[in-house]
C-alpha cells in the first residue's frame, strides 16, 4: 500500500500568517466597536488660556450728557458810520485783532464842523439877549416897586427873558449834537475781537443807513457753544441750575479725546423744539488760547452730576453680546463665567461703571476673551510678560466649546 506524503498534509507557512492578520483584523475591529459604544477615549485636558484681567473697583464717577455743539462768537458787530460822508481812511487790516476804543476808521466831517461853528454862534447870541433881557428886568422891577410900570409890562419883560433862556438851551443842545456828529467821524471798536473783510474801500461814500457797514468784528474770548440735549434730561439739567449750582462744560474735539476748553452753561431755552424734542443750551468758554473758532464743530460734555460709590471697571472687560452687555468673571479655581451686567457712565482713565453684576473686588478679563467660554480655565498674565498677540491668537483649548 501507498503511504500519502507528510509535505502533502503539513500546513504552509504563508496560511499561519493569513490566520494570524484575520485575527488581529477581529481583535481591533472588536476593540473599536467597544470603545465607541463606552464614550471614546477620555478627551486630552484643557489647557489654560492666557488672559489678563482688571480687579473692579469703587470710586465717585462725575454723569455726563455728550452732544454735538456749534461754536458761535460771544458778541458779532458790523461796524457801521452813523453819519453820511466819505470814507477818508482805514486804520486796519483785515483778520487783524483789536481792541475796545481803537480807531478804525474815519469820515469826513467838515460839514458838520461847520454845523457846530453856526450853532456856537448862535448861542452867543441867544446868551446875549438874554443878559441884555435879565437887566431889563431888574430895571422893571424897581419901577414897579415905585409904583412907576404897569404889571403887564413887567410880565411882558419876566416871559421875554425867559424866552431867551429856552433859547439859550436850544443852542447848547443843537451844539451837543454837532458834537456827536463830528465825534461820529473816528470810528472805533466798539468790542474787542477780530475784524473780517473790509466792505468798503476809502474814497466811497457811506451813509448812516447802510446795512452792509464798513467791517464786521467777532469777540472770540470768551467764545460761546450751543448745544442740545434731550428732553428726557431736561430735569437733571434744570434742577442744578435752580439751586444755583454751576455746570460745567467740556469742549471736546471732533475726534472726542481731547479737551479744546472748559466753561459752563449760561443759558437755557425757555421752550422744547417739537422736530427734534430737545432743548437747546448755550455754554461760555474763557478760550485762553483759542482753540475755538466761530463755527466750529465740537463735542460737548455736560457734566449733570455725580455717581457715588460706584464699582468700576476696565472698559475693555465689557462686551456685547445678544443678550446685551457682559464680562467675564474670574474665580478662585481659575475658570471664568459669563456675567450679564449693567452698564453706567464712563470714568476719564478708561473705566466703565457696572450698575449690576460685579462686585468690588471681582476679577475680569480684559484681554484674551475672544478665546473664552462659560468654565473656561484661565492663567492670569501680567501684560510686561507676554506680547498680546500671544494672548489674542491662543489656541482654543480641546473639548472647548466655541465662545460667544
Known sequence: ???????????????????????????????????????????????????????????????????????????????????????????????????????????????YQATLAQYRGELAENQAQLANARLTLARYRRLYARDSLARQDLDTQVALVDQYAGAVKASEAQIRSAQVNVGYGRIVAPIDGYVGLRQVDPGNMVHA??????????????IAAKFSVPQANLQEVLQPLRRGETLAVEALSQQGDEVLAEGSVKFISNEIDTATG????????????????????????????????????????VQLGDAGKFVYLIGRDDT????????????????????????????VVTQGIDQLGNGSKVSVVDATQVDISVIETAKRPVGMPPGP
Do not use: C
Open 1 to 111: 500500500m501507498i503511504q500519502p506524503s507528510s509535505s502533502r498534509n503539513a500546513p504552509r507557512p504563508w496560511h499561519r500568517w493569513l490566520a494570524l492578520l484575520l485575527l488581529l483584523s477581529a481583535a481591533g475591529a472588536a476593540w473599536f466597536f467597544l470603545s465607541q459604544r463606552r464614550g471614546g477615549m477620555p478627551p486630552p485636558m484643557a489647557e489654560a488660556t492666557p488672559v489678563q484681567a482688571g480687579t473692579a473697583t469703587v470710586a465717585s464717577v462725575p454723569v455726563h450728557l455728550d452732544a454735538l455743539g456749534t461754536v458761535s462768537a460771544n458778541y458779532t458787530v458790523t461796524v457801521t458810520s452813523r453819519i453820511d460822508g466819505t470814507l477818508q481812511a482805514v486804520h486796519f487790516t483785515e483778520g487783524q485783532r483789536v481792541k475796545q476804543g481803537q480807531l478804525l476808521a474815519e469820515i469826513d466831517t467838515r460839514t
Open 278 to 317: 430737545s432743548v437747546q443750551l448755550k455754554a461760555l468758554f474763557d478760550n485762553p488760547d483759542e482753540r475755538l473758532y466761530p463755527n466750529q464743530f465740537v463735542n460737548v460734555r455736560l457734566r449733570i452730576g455725580t455717581l457715588e460709590n460706584a464699582v468700576l471697571v476696565p472698559a475693555a472687560a
Open 336 to 363: 471664568v463665567k459669563r456675567q450679564t451686567v449693567t452698564v453706567g457712565p464712563g470714568a476719564e482713565d478708561g473705566r466703565v461703571a457696572i450698575l449690576a453684576g460685579v462686585s468690588a473686588g471681582d476679577r
Open 209 to 222: 443807513s447802510d446795512t452792509g457797514g464798513i467791517v464786521t468784528i467777532t469777540q472770540t474770548q470768551p
